[in-house]
């Protein structure tokens, strides 16, 4: 009998197939992460440990740098239609890179049984 053959929850009978939404979602995963960090350098300045505390301002202006020049590397090419298209594909595509190597590197450890 399968583990989830009587699952009362919704989400432990589609658990078998997370093979294929998880790869669907990959590139999704990047846009998160660049939200998140966001967040989370906003954030710095009030944050619980010291470390963060006095580092905040270098992130902030370390981020501030790259997002200034991403936007002018946008800038730079010749239509809105190309700017849309070239953030969408290279963000989206780093997203499945990214996503990849970090799944691979947290999934590929040894497993020990719970019990």
């Not at 590139?27 to 350098?41: C, G, K, N």
Request: charge should be neutral.
């Amino acid at each position: 009998m399968h583990p989830f053959q009587n699952a009362d929850n919704w989400y432990l009978s589609i658990l078998p197939y997370q093979h294929i939404y998880w790869t669907i979602m990959l590139p999704l995963l990047r846009l998160s992460w660049l939200l998140q960090s966001i967040v989370f350098v906003q954030a710095m300045p009030n944050h619980y440990y010291k470390y963060y505390r006095e580092r905040a301002i270098y992130e902030q202006i370390a981020l501030a740098l790259h997002w200034l020049l991403v936007l002018m590397q946008l800038y730079l090419l010749p239509t809105m239609q190309d700017r849309l298209m070239f953030f969408a594909v290279s963000q989206l595509m780093g997203g499945i890179l990214l996503a990849h190597v970090v799944t691979y590197n947290h999934y590929s450890v040894e497993k020990f049984p719970c019990e």
